[in-house]
């Protein structure tokens, strides 16, 4: 019902009625430096900070919950919620969501226990006969299907990069193993665990993470908005200006 409400010209009338915003629910997981839950369990990081900055842009309330990956991804994809991120785009991705525009620049490194003479160049050849760790289900495991593909080598899938590298640390997967992680995650993890003994030994894929719109709760139309969103925020400097702090590189603005 609208309100009453004391007119410029006096006496009172009925008020315009003003919509109520928009709620879109988002999760996302732990996944630092792009993602992490705040002391009081809210989403964090440069992600969730670019989030609400579009959000606040449309009018949205936008309204993130941390949740274990699996979860996460699995509710975004029956359309339960009407986000998700971080998320890498590639085809098995744009089956379930439409996929922003990118947002942060990253890269998929091998890392080797240190003092190993592998260097990674592009020649897959070099990885016969290892084992290599990866976190999955996740693109990270995707590229490692990919990179394997056609190569005597055996993979192995962990719950979470952190299992990656300190298997990897401490010899788990072998004399020649190799673990395949997200170079900035992998030195933050490292940092916080005091892993010193491992060594990136060469890039595998550069790449970007966006936001995915659930393609089974919302309109194309909507997913547009957003991306205009993205956009806009990026062409104005300010997206740079949320994610300086962070120490990670933005991606170019990319008109939707």
């Known amino acids: 019902m609208c309100a009453l409400a004391w007119a410029l ?43 609400q900055a579009a959000c606040a842009r449309l009018g949205w309330t936008c309204l ?57 160049s592009g ?46 640390s401490v010899g788990r997967y072998g004399e020649d193993g190799l673990g395949l992680v997200n170079e900035a995650v992998a030195q933050h993890l490292m940092r916080e665990d005091g892993i010193h003994n491992l060594q990136p030994v060469g890039v595998v894929k550069s790449f970007s993470y966006s936001f995915g719109l659930s393609r089974q709760g919302l309109e194309p139309a909507v997913a547009q908005s957003f991306a205009k969103a993205l956009y806009e925020l990026c062409r104005s400097g300010r997206t740079a200006e949320l994610l300086k702090p962070y120490g990670l590189p933005g991606s170019a603005c990319q008109k939707p």
């Not at 009338?13 to 369990?41: H, I, K, N, S, W």
């Not at 990885?127 to 995707?142: D, F, I, N, Q, V």
């Open 64 to 120: 993130v919950e941390v949740l274990p990956w699996r979860r996460a991804l699995g509710m975004a994809q029956r359309g339960e919620v009407e986000g998700l991120f971080t998320v890498a785009d590639s085809p098995e991705r744009r089956q379930y969501f439409h996929v922003s525009p990118p947002i942060i620049e990253a890269r998929y490194v091998l890392w080797a226990r240190l003092g190993s003479s592998y260097r990674y």
């Open 123 to 168: 020649d897959t050849q070099g990885l016969a006969g290892r084992t290599l760790g990866a976190y999955g289900p996740s693109a990270t495991a995707l590229t490692l299907e990919q990179l394997i593909d056609g190569v005597a080598a055996r993979s192995e899938i962990e719950p979470d990069n952190r299992t990656v590298l300190r298997k990897l």
């Open 9 to 51: 010209g006096g006496g009172w009338g009925l008020a315009p009625c003003v919509a109520a915003q928009p709620v879109m629910r988002f999760v996302t997981e732990v996944f630092p430096p792009y993602t992490y839950a705040a002391p009081d369990g809210r989403a964090a990081g440069p992600m969730a900070d670019v989030l």
